[in-house]
């Protein structure tokens, strides 16, 4: 049985307190984002992070971001290949700000002198990805994220409040009234109190055992978000990447489909193409995964890159440098296979952060705005995380004039005072990701996901009885989110493929509401 409001045990009274008017929790882009744009209209932040700014998956995209800034392109052109990638589930009235205040945005990147790739004559080289109708897709080599985010960051840091090695163990409510938030370093604990709180930590595709997340980024705290009180929204649409470097037993690092939009193509042993490369990711991954299962191995070959004279190592330093690490840099044939990527799903909220709970806001990969749909357009994250940033630091600043700190105590116990081995954590970190990717991962079926329910409430029995597991707790109570989520969705749309419902149904054009004591809604906007 699921009881979930506090998993930690606590008593603010005796702690040490802290107070800021603003906290955020997440150094990634979108985090940064909403720091710098905090910072812009006179708001001083606290950013908190669990190792130093700038480690995160955002700053590991090797992708672009797109925005339509091509001479032959426009607004609506992006929005429209926004919508038709988002398979009818879009919220098209936050697509519309989103493409049309991406373009802003992005220009803000270019004359804030960020290096975005350009030809011989100093124009900005835009290149082309899966599902774009144009090249729209702003590139720096294969680094973009860290190249905008060291932008951010370079006016960020020493401008804020900055405190690293902590990570959020529970957002505390009054009722439906935010109050702040209790942090721990390992050691000790402590609150923070506010009067806004942005949740900027990063998506979910760490829950699954094959995953291109880095620095084990999976999702906890959009649990602990559920926790207090804020829905979920679409967690089912998990986007498996097609082509991350596949060697038994190693990481599934991330090759870049900018690689695949340059010209490498994918071939089986024999040397065999057997999918359009451009397709939307989920066609691909599908058909990767399709070969593997009849017995077949999956490679990306570089070679048409080569041989159209590209230096691969000077445009894909930091795929070549991930290759290097895995003996694969001499070889043009590449072997790869999906791996979960992006969280379509997270966090309700719109794209000005705004969430159920007055205070809350939820920025990039850990909120849902419904901009992706049911399948993300190729570089679309980036642009998110920095529309979504600077929107949300001006409604911050809106809450923060019409509120004050609630000095409120808040205590809990929790049930067992027995804590559990780090090796025996480290077995049911792997059997919670194993029981994702084997039955909730790219097909599913009724009898899988009901599989995957009765293993997460097995595995939450056994957590029951130790005291130093709220965060495999919270990976749980979302992993069963996501799955109830996918049980319930009887179709197949986007991401979310059931292979005993393969076609999409015009019943559930509507999105997957998580809400208290994992009650499904589904909802239109």
């Not at 969280?343 to 920025?363: C, P």
């Not at 059931?498 to 499904?520: A, C, G, M, V, Y």
Request: aromatic letters at 8%; glycine letters at 8%; hydrophobic letters at 35%.
């Amino acid at each position: 049985m699921y009881q979930y409001r506090y998993l930690s045990c606590f008593d603010t009274k005796n702690l040490k307190s802290e107070v800021v008017d603003t906290v955020i929790v997440g150094s990634g882009l979108a985090g940064l984002s909403t720091a710098y744009y905090l910072l812009k209209i006179g708001i001083k932040p606290l950013v908190i992070t669990k190792k130093r700014p700038g480690i995160s998956n955002s700053f590991l995209a090797q992708g672009g971001i797109a925005a339509a800034v091509g001479c032959n392109d426009s607004t609506d052109l992006h929005f429209q290949d926004t919508i038709k990638a988002g398979k009818g589930l879009c919220i098209e009235r936050n697509v519309r700000i989103l493409v049309e205040e991406g373009l802003e945005r992005v220009i803000d990147l270019i004359n804030a002198q960020v290096d975005f790739d350009r030809d011989e004559n100093g124009m900005l080289k835009l290149a082309m990805e899966g599902a774009h109708s144009v090249n729209r897709v702003l590139h720096s080599k294969d680094r973009t994220g860290y190249e905008i985010g060291k932008k951010l960051l370079q006016y960020v840091k020493g401008n804020v409040f900055l405190e690293e090695g902590y990570y959020l163990e529970e957002i505390l409510t009054d009722g439906d009234t935010y109050v702040g938030i209790l942090l721990s370093d390992g050691k000790e604990q402590k609150v923070v109190r506010s009067k806004s709180l942005v949740l900027a930590t990063g998506g979910y595709s760490g829950v699954y055992l094959r995953n291109t997340s880095a620095y084990n980024v999976a999702g906890d705290s959009i649990a602990v978000a559920y926790r207090a009180g804020c829905n979920l929204m679409d967690l089912e649409f998990v986007q498996f990447h097609p082509t991350a470097v596949y060697v038994e037993g190693k990481p599934g690092w991330l090759i870049s489909e900018a690689v695949r939009g340059e010209g490498a193509i994918l071939v089986d042993e024999n040397g065999e193409r057997f999918i359009d490369e451009l397709k939307p990711r989920d066609e691909v991954a599908r058909a990767i995964l399709k070969k593997y299962q009849e017995g077949h191995k999956v490679f990306l070959d570089i070679k048409p890159i080569i041989d159209k004279g590209i230096d691969f190592k000077e445009r894909f330093p930091n795929v070549y440098n991930i290759l290097k690490e895995f003996g694969l840099e001499n070889t043009t044939k590449i072997p790869v296979s999906p791996s979960a990527h992006y969280s379509i799903g997270g966090v309700k909220a719109n794209l000005d952060g705004k969430t159920d709970i007055k205070g809350i806001f939820a920025v990039g990969e850990t909120a849902c705005s419904g901009v992706h749909g049911a399948n993300r357009l190729a570089s679309n994250s980036l642009l998110e995380c920095i529309v979504s940033g600077y929107k949300t630091a001006y409604n911050v600043y809106i809450n923060n004039m019409c509120n004050k700190i609630n000095y409120v105590n808040i205590s809990n116990d929790v049930k067992s005072e027995k804590a559990m081995e780090k090796s025996d954590r480290e077995k049911i970190l792997k059997k919670i990701k194993t029981v994702m990717w084997n039955n909730v991962g790219l097909i599913r079926s009724k009898e899988s996901l009901e599989k995957a329910l009765a293993e997460l409430e097995n595995i939450y029995d056994t957590l029951s009885n130790f005291c130093n597991v709220r965060y495999l707790k919270d990976l749980t109570i979302l992993c069963k989110g996501i799955t109830l989520s996918a049980l319930s969705r009887e179709e197949s749309r986007g991401v979310h493929y059931r292979e005993d419902f393969p076609t999409q149904s015009e019943e559930f054009s509507k999105h997957t509401i998580l809400e208290n004591n994992f009650k499904i809604n589904f909802r239109r906007f």
